[in-house]
């Protein structure tokens, strides 16, 4: 069965750095997206991606937050000066979107800390 | 807000009984979803449930949604070790496509 990867699945880099974080979404999909939670936390959402631009974001996603599609298979998620704050679990989903599937499906994460 | 909330934050039950959470919510959604996450991982779709449907079945899972009241509930029947998780329901309304989370109900199933 396909499933959504990402690495790697744990990154840890001093603050003020930039990191990317790295989704390969499920190839025959259409919509991509970011998620974080932060330990103990609910999943919060940051960004959608569709057609090679951004559908929507969360006031989460400012301008130290970017994404990309780099060619046809990969998902990144760009953090350009990272913050204590921004320590959490990083979760990429994909799904078909539109009427055809509302289902989202979740890679199983980078844990992202900041140190 | 949207954002779905589950009762109870925890649960903690035998083997083989059965584990019922509920999610309530303040607007109008196109639908609800269950998820569930093992400790550490990432999400697992469950069920989606529209919101002119009442009640959907998979497996061992039941959920029902009621409109009228904002709530949903996930019923876990003849529950075993491995259902131990922690479960989210997650609404969407409007043209959005993003689900709102709630904060989970964590579930411990005892052998």
């Known amino acids: 069965e396909p499933e959504v990867t990402q690495t790697p699945s744990h990154q840890v880099t001093q603050m003020g750095q930039e990191v990317i974080l790295r989704c390969v979404p499920i190839s025959n999909h259409l919509y991509f997206y970011w998620y974080r939670q932060i330990l103990g936390q609910k999943v919060e959402f940051l960004v959608s991606f569709y057609n090679n631009e951004i559908s929507e974001k969360s006031e989460i996603f400012d301008d130290q937050f970017s994404v990309e599609r780099p060619d046809g298979s990969n998902f990144t998620l760009k953090i350009r000066s990272t913050k204590l704050e921004d320590s959490a679990m990083y979760f990429c989903?994909?799904?078909?979107?539109?009427?055809?599937?509302?289902?989202?499906?979740f890679g199983p994460g980078t844990r992202l800390t900041v140190t | 807000s949207q954002q779905g909330e589950e009762d109870p934050q925890a649960l903690s039950i035998q083997e083989g009984e059965n584990a019922t959470m509920n999610c309530s919510y303040k607007?109008?959604?196109?639908?609800l979803q269950w998820y569930r996450q093992n400790s550490g991982r990432g999400l697992v779709h469950l069920i989606l449930?529209?919101?002119?449907?009442r009640e959907k079945h998979s497996g061992r899972l039941r959920v029902t949604l009621d409109t009228s009241k904002k709530s949903s509930s996930l019923l876990i029947t003849a529950s075993r070790a491995a259902d131990t998780a922690s479960y989210f329901c997650?609404?969407?309304?409007?043209?959005?496509?993003?689900?709102?989370f709630g904060r989970g109900t964590s579930l411990i199933v005892h052998p």
């Open positions: 989903a994909s799904n078909f979107g539109g009427h055809r599937s509302y289902e989202q499906y």
């Open positions: 449930i529209r919101s002119n449907e």
């Open positions: 607007t109008s959604i196109n639908n």
């Open positions: 997650a609404t969407e309304s409007g043209g959005s496509y993003i689900p709102t």
